[in-house]
T-cell receptor
Framework: AQSVTQLGSHVSVSEGALVLLRCNYSSSVPPYLFWYVQYPNQGLQLLLKYTSAATLVKGINGFEAEFKKSETSFHLTKPSAHMSDAAEYFCAVSKGATGKLIFGQGTTLQVKP | DTAVSQTPKYLVTQMGNDKSIKCEQNLGHDTMYWYKQDSKKFLKIMFSYNNKELIINETVPNRFSPKSPDKAHLNLHINSLELGDSAVYFC???????????FGPGTRLTVT
């Protein structure tokens, strides 16, 4: 069965610092993996997705993630944090042809000036 | 134009009432979903429809009934509301086999 674990429910960085949000998955088949961002009182917006093409995936707003099969990880990074990056971030794995998304518990990113 | 829209955005109601949340997508997608986000922000799928056919029905109380009049709409009807139903409900849609889901803005349901 697929599952997703996000390490760290809260991550705090200074503006301009590297952002690293961790996600590990378990899947019995090659997974489709996603990162979504949720700004306060808004819906979820897709940042990027991995669908078995390139292992390094670039997304919107300067974010990228690397799929590492050996580590079963799909960590999200951004070289330089902006204040506007403060939000909730969700890693998700897609379960089969139904498209059902299984979400991690979310990581709150705080960006300090 | 909003890709996935939900109405209402906020819904406050009393225990025991029946309420509906509506969702519409103008993306031409074949599949629509309902997710529930609890107070700890955990997201869990409830239902999924593909071309008006129910394909995912998680262990949700049968007080919750989805209805899809056409593939652009997926409504959620909730009977006999309980305090524990308070949450944010998100609608989403995707094109078959793309697995990329587009989410609506959410409906915050508060049961008093």
């Amino acid at each position: 069965a697929q599952s997703v674990t996000q390490l760290g429910s809260h991550v705090s960085v200074s503006e301009g610092a590297l952002v690293l949000l961790r996600c590990n998955y378990s899947s019995s088949v090659p997974p489709y993996l996603f990162w979504y961002v949720q700004y306060p009182n808004q819906g979820l917006q897709l940042l990027l997705k991995y669908t078995s093409a390139a292992t390094l995936v670039k997304g919107i707003n300067g974010f990228e993630a690397e799929f590492k099969k050996s580590e079963t990880s799909f960590h999200l990074t951004k070289p330089s944090a902006h204040m506007s990056d403060a939000a909730e971030y969700f890693c998700a794995v897609s379960k089969g042809a139904t498209g059902k998304l299984i979400f991690g518990q979310g990581t709150t990113l705080q960006v300090k000036p | 134009d909003t890709a996935v829209s939900q109405t209402p955005k906020y819904l406050v109601t009393q225990m025991g009432n029946d309420k509906s949340i509506k969702c519409e997508q103008n993306l031409g997608h074949d599949t629509m979903y309902w997710y529930k986000q609890d107070s700890k922000k955990f997201l869990k799928i409830m239902f999924s429809y593909n071309n008006k056919e129910l394909i995912i029905n998680e262990t949700v109380p049968n007080r919750f009934s989805p209805k899809s009049p056409d593939k652009a709409h997926l409504n959620l009807h909730i009977n006999s509301l309980e305090l524990g139903d308070s949450a944010v409900y998100f609608c989403a849609s995707s094109q078959d086999n793309s697995y990329e889901q587009y989410f609506g803005p959410g409906t915050r349901l508060t049961v008093t």
